[in-house]
């Protein structure tokens, strides 16, 4: 008998070891969203670009080191040559608006061990990268006249997804977390403009694909709290 919980004691020790950190967290994402492209090349912060972006997020805990994600995140994108600096962006003279929903699925790397509820490894920056598939339906003007929606309704598209965060534990089963997102989509129609020449205008660029970004904070909850091994719960 003795012999026998030895042996499971043993058996146990080397699962908790492999897979003991492994966890569930599921909360919300609350952050804003832009769009880079032709319309707005390089704004980052400010001349009215940015949308709320609101969704959810589950979170797998492979270890301290790598974990899994998956969201979803609604928001909207928009931009205006208008409030752009370049002559050429300000003689077109587009602007459009799009809803957008990201669906993505990501791995993150802690440069540090992280665990929630872990007092010695309570917090990380991290990197993740990952794809997203998202639905869009931009409606855009030049000049205030409608531009025909080429795809003919609602479009969906791959992302390369990829970018940093910042997390730290709030509790024993709370976790904190910052990131910036960057979406590297693979079309050039986000913001809804054809790719060819009208009046001596370049619409858009056939080699310049669109990008969109999502950076926000996310408020997870650890929804699972032993191991595999029915010995690590005394």
């Known amino acids: ?6 042996l499971l004691l043993f058996l146990c020790s ?10 569930f967290e599921l909360g919300p994402y609350l952050g804003r969203s832009y769009y880079l492209g032709e319309i707005n090349p390089k704004t980052h912060v400010g001349n009215g670009v940015g949308n709320l972006a609101i969704g959810g997020i589950l979170r797998y805990n492979l270890n301290k080191r790598y974990s899994l994600k998956a969201a979803v995140v609604r928001t909207k994108l928009s931009a205006q ?22 669906l993505s699925a990501n791995i993150e790397f802690n ?19 990952g794809f997203s598939y998202f639905f869009y339906n931009p ?6 006249i409608e531009v025909p929606d080429e795809n003919e309704g609602r479009s969906s598209s791959l992302a390369f997804a990829f970018g940093p965060g910042i ?41 310049d ?24 719960n005394f």
Not at 112 to 126: E, M, R, V
Not at 210 to 218: A, C, N, P, T
């Open 81 to 102: 040559d208008e409030e752009t600096e370049f002559p050429f962006n300000l003689q077109r003279n587009a602007e459009f608006e799009s809803n957008l929903t990201d």
């Open 14 to 23: 080397l699962i908790v070891q492999g897979f003991s950190q492994k966890s």
């Open 139 to 144: 409606s855009t003007t030049v000049n205030g």
């Open 167 to 207: 997390k730290v534990n709030l509790g024993r089963k709370i976790s904190f977390a910052i990131e910036w997102g960057f979406r590297k989509t693979f079309i050039d129609d986000l913001d809804g403009l054809p790719n060819n020449t009208e009046d001596l205008l370049e619409q858009g660029k056939a080699y």
């Open 209 to 232: 694909n669109d990008w969109y970004v999502l950076s926000g904070v996310i408020l997870t909850y650890k929804i699972t709290n032993t191991g595999p091994c029915p010995m690590q």
């Open 111 to 129: 440069f540090l061990p992280y665990a929630i509820g872990d007092k010695k490894h309570f917090f990380s920056p991290y990197l993740f990268t």
């Open 1 to 6: 008998m003795l012999k026998s919980l030895s």
